[in-house]
């Protein structure tokens, strides 16, 4: 008897195994699309004295991190300014956007490493020079960049940032 009792018990097993891992599949993919906050397309421009600020980086950070309770680290939607002075909002995917609200904006605009005389400049002799911001810092702390944008659902087309 006990080798039926089991032969009858191991079936059984293996078939809530299956059904268990059916589950957690489903819920693992089907949650993972669903809990995506989703994210609207943001276009702007960084001008530097009037002229495009090629190379610039543009971070946005949101203003209510409250919002994004389950993530340690809130998405920060970054785009790399143009040629021609234009950016579009990157955070999950290749110009995707960014999520709906208020962000506070850094921009950095790094030029070529500086050497300086006798050494490498700001660098060292391991990593070589440093890049330098050449907007030298002004708007690298979002909080004291005095540059604000919000996010709404739709097509967002921002005003251009204008820096001096």
């Given amino acids: 008897m006990d080798i039926t009792v089991n032969e009858t018990i191991a079936p059984r ?19 993972g699309d669903n809990s995506k906050i989703p994210v609207y397309p943001v276009r702007g421009t960084v001008l ?34 143009d040629s021609e002075g234009a950016f579009v909002l990157t955070t999950h995917q290749p110009t995707d956007g960014g999520r709906s609200g208020d962000y506070q904006i850094s921009i950095v605009w790094f030029n070529e490493a500086v050497e300086k005389e ?8 391991e990593h070589g020079p ?11 702390d979002p909080k004291r960049s005095g540059l604000t944008a919000t996010i709404m659902s739709g097509t967002n087309d921002l005003e251009p940032f204008d820096l001096e």
């Fill in 48 to 81: 530097y004295r009037g002229e495009p600020a090629e190379g610039a980086l543009v971070i946005f950070h949101p203003v209510d991190q409250s919002k994004n309770l389950k993530e340690k680290i809130p998405p920060r939607p970054s785009g790399l300014v």
């Fill in 118 to 125: 006798g050494g490498l400049g700001q660098g060292d002799s």
């Fill in 130 to 140: 440093k890049p330098k911001d050449k907007l030298n810092g002004k708007y690298a």
């Fill in 13 to 31: 097993r293996l078939s809530d195994s299956w059904l268990i891992a059916g589950f957690l599949t489903f819920w693992i993919v089907g949650c």
